[in-house]
Every structure is written in structure tokens, then in C-alpha cells.
T-cell receptor
Framework: QKEVEQDPGPLSVPEGAIVSLNCTYS??????FMWYRQYSRKGPELLMY????GNKEDGRFTAQVDKSSKYISLFIRDSQPSDSATYLC??????????????FGSGTKLNVKP | DTAVSQTPKYLVTQMGNDKSIKCEQN?????MYWYKQDSKKFLKIMFS???????INETVPNRFSPKSPDKAHLNLHINSLELGDSAVYFC?????????????FGPGTRLTVT
């Protein structure tokens, strides 16, 4: 079993829809959570990061962490065709032997149709 | 003014050859990483260096040898290339490893072994 599980999609939505992207994880040591966006044939770019549980909002994007359920989400409001990309979640422990390691989900491919 | 750059962008070579990929970051970061992304978009860490010191060495065949001449550069040399080495290799850097330190990715090197 992978440390981080993410539905690969593809997820296809109409422009303006609210998108929900999710990851589950198994390691309770994970404390720091990130979402990356990766356009085709490009490197991942950091979108959001959160520490421990709670919500964080940045424009149309909201990141949510529920540590009790080992579940994180990224919500995109008023989705645009330019949001079409693969979204990867990533997480890392705050300390311990693996604190330098980032564990990535396999990515969810999102297509926003005009 | 590329933050994390990689060369070459594309690499096509035959089985058995030896090749190198170079990475440079101008962000003043202390930690650099090599990741392998397979066809299913799964990003797996291979190596990490902090101030020229190897801190993460995942279960990677010893045909792969990283080298960090200084903290702004991290190169990856691959001996005796195999078909299964075909993937996109990403370099990344962060201010420090672990908690609270976002990673910035390069554009990737698409390696095809024939």
C-alpha cells in the first residue's frame, strides 16, 4: 500500500464548477501538507501548503486537512479552463528519520471544459 | 531568471549507455532533490542533498549516482541505462529540508531509453 493515495481521475467539469480533489494517507506522522499543480510537460508548481489540521484559503483555492481521518482536500471555486492540469498532493513528517522526505500522491488529472 | 533549471530537457539514448543530467538552482536554497516521475505521474524521491551532504538515498539501483559539487548544483549520472529508466526526472530545491519548506521544481528531463 502506498503512503499516499489519490484518485487519478480524470475529472471533467464544466467551467464555473466547484472542484474537490482529495488524498488519503496512512502515516499519522505527516504534519505538513501541500498541493501542487502540474501542467502537461512541466514541473510541479506549489499551490497551497498547510501545517497540521485546519483550512487555508488563497483566492479560489481552499486546502483542508482532517488529521483524524487522514484525509486532505483541495477545493477550487469558479473553476476555469486554465485550471486544467494534474493536481498532486504531497506531505511530510515534521520530524523523525523521514522529515526531509516528501511523499506524493499519484495526481488527479482535471479537465475544465469551457 | 529560471529558479531551478535542468539540462538537457530531452534525452534519447540506447540501452547500456551512460548519461548525466544537470541541475542548478539560483534560489539560495540549502537542500536539493532528484525525483523520478513514471508514466502514471507518480513522483518518487530518489536522492536529497543538504549543503552538499547526501541525506536521503532511497532504494535506487547503484547505477544512479548523484553528485553535488556545491549547494547550488546537483547532478545525476546514470550508468548502463535500462529500458525501465525511461521516465521524467525532476530536480527540486527547498530552503531547508522537512517541515515548512516548500519545494520548487525544475522543468524536468524526459529520458527515453531505446
Amino acid at each position: 500500500q502506498k503512503e499516499v493515495e489519490q484518485d487519478p481521475g480524470p475529472l471533467s467539469v464544466p467551467e464555473g464548477a466547484i472542484v474537490s480533489l482529495n488524498c488519503t494517507y496512512s502515516n499519522s506522522a505527516f504534519q505538513y501538507f501541500m498541493w501542487y499543480r502540474q501542467y502537461s510537460r512541466k514541473g510541479p508548481e506549489l499551490l497551497m501548503y498547510t501545517y497540521s489540521s485546519g483550512n487555508k484559503e488563497d483566492g479560489r483555492f481552499t486546502a483542508q486537512v482532517d488529521k483524524s481521518s487522514k484525509y486532505i482536500s483541495l477545493f477550487i471555486r469558479d473553476s476555469q479552463p486554465s485550471d486544467s492540469a494534474t493536481y498532486l498532493c504531497a506531505m511530510t513528517p515534521s520530524d523523525g528519520d523521514n522529515f526531509n522526505k516528501f511523499y506524493f500522491g499519484s495526481g488527479t488529472k482535471l479537465n475544465v471544459k469551457p | 531568471d529560471t529558479a531551478v533549471s535542468q539540462t538537457p530537457k530531452y534525452l534519447v539514448t540506447q540501452m547500456g549507455n551512460d548519461k548525466s543530467i544537470k541541475c542548478e538552482q539560483n534560489l539560495g536554497h540549502d537542500t536539493m532533490y532528484w525525483y523520478k516521475q513514471d508514466s502514471k505521474k507518480f513522483l518518487k524521491i530518489m536522492f536529497s542533498y543538504n549543503n552538499k551532504e547526501l541525506i536521503i538515498n532511497e532504494t535506487v539501483p547503484n547505477r544512479f549516482s548523484p553528485k553535488s559539487p556545491d549547494k547550488a548544483h546537483l547532478n545525476l549520472h546514470i550508468n548502463s541505462l535500462e529500458l525501465g529508466d525511461s521516465a521524467v526526472y525532476f530536480c527540486a530545491s527547498s530552503l531547508s529540508g522537512g517541515q515548512g519548506s516548500e519545494q520548487y521544481f525544475g522543468p524536468g528531463t524526459r529520458l527515453t531509453v531505446t
